[in-house]
Nanobody
């Protein structure tokens, strides 16, 4: 019922920048939070950054000061601006969104993942 479409990944040199986008569509009543995670082979998926409906943000220590998460509520879209990229930022980046599907009771919620977008940073 809810789909996430990510874009903006690619290959960049160390020190470069990329901007990821994730657009949510479907039967969404409200979005509570949108987040970016990343995963490398053999490792668990880790939270990179998240933003709530009240615009509270949180970041992994490894990206603080380099990455910025933002959202466009009118477009149900979240962005991840990634600056000063390092080879260790190389990963598949996944968007996550969670929220409500309806107004009233019973409450129906969703928790949806995007398909992932590859970010590769060369040294």
């Amino acid at each position: 019922q809810v789909q996430l479409v990510e874009s903006g990944g690619g290959l960049v040199q160390s020190g470069g920048s990329l901007r990821l986008s994730c657009a949510a569509s479907g039967s969404i009543f409200s979005i509570d939070a949108m987040s970016w995670y990343r995963q490398t082979p053999g490792k668990q998926r880790e939270l990179v950054a998240g933003i709530t409906s009240g615009d509270s943000t949180n970041y992994a220590d490894s990206v603080k000061g380099r990455f910025t998460i933002s959202r466009d509520n009118a477009k149900n879209t979240v962005y991840l601006q990634m600056n000063s990229l390092k080879p260790e930022d190389t990963a598949v980046y996944y968007c996550n969104s969670r929220g409500r599907l309806n107004f009233g009771l019973p409450i129906r919620t969703y928790d949806t993942w995007g398909q992932g977008t590859q970010v590769t940073v060369s040294s």
